[in-house]
């Protein structure tokens, strides 16, 4: 039987700031050397930063069928580096897509990539690394699957499978039951973060939820 928990996190609210942001923003592309691949048309960019508003793309090397952000998907490989307000990943490779000069769906690759987030007002932390991230600009979700786990303070949660939701602040992982794919917690109870809560829920059986003192 498949289980799945929900962890629901109060106080992160460094990305789902950026999801206010007004992404109609003008893109800015800067790059060491540009070359124009006619057999496959395709342009590439060597030394590579594209920003728009608070969101910014490093890379060794980008890739794109055309210089147009209208509807494109932008390929990014070597020390990929991605900043959205607090939130600071970093991956071996990325697809950015865009439309209508917006970007709506960054899919993350890395061994494994990493994810970090600065809360506005503390020193904590939020930490997170999966082999694979997908990342929904518009909806705020991120989906982290290949070997992925989140740890904040001293509380971490692993699975092959996890969905972050930036604007209900909530993380589901999920697994197949197995013994080597089950979701592992490690909880610590001593002066947890404030406003964290953990609410698990079993297939077939009704919600427990466990709250932290504030």
Not at 72 to 98: K, M, P, T
Not at 169 to 194: F, H, M
Request: aromatic share 6%.
């Amino acid at each position: 039987m498949k289980s799945i928990l929900a962890l629901l996190l109060i106080s992160m609210p460094g990305l789902a700031g950026a999801q206010g942001m007004d992404l109609r923003l003008p893109i800015s592309l800067d790059a060491d050397s540009t070359d124009y691949d006619g057999k496959n048309s395709m342009l590439m960019f060597r030394g590579l930063r594209l920003t728009q508003g608070n969101i910014g793309v490093e890379a060794d090397l980008g890739r794109a069928s055309k210089l147009d952000f209208q509807d494109s998907v932008w390929r990014f490989e070597g020390n990929v580096v991605i900043d959205v307000d607090d939130g600071h990943i970093e991956c071996d490779a990325a697809d950015l897509q865009f439309t209508d000069h917006q970007l709506r769906l960054a899919t993350i690759q890395g061994s494994p990539a990493t994810f970090r987030l600065k809360r506005p007002g503390s020193d904590e932390i939020t930490y997170a690394e999966a082999g694979r991230l997908e990342y929904d600009i518009g909806t705020g979700i991120v989906e982290f699957s290949q070997d992925a786990r989140i740890t904040e303070g001293g509380n971490q949660i692993s699975s092959n499978f996890l969905v972050y939701n930036i604007r209900e602040q909530r993380i589901k992982a999920e697994s197949s039951g197995g013994d080597d794919e089950k979701v592992k917690i490690t909880y610590t109870p001593a002066d947890p973060p404030a406003g964290l809560g953990i609410e698990a829920v079993e297939e077939g059986e009704d919600a427990v939820q466990q709250e932290s003192s504030p």
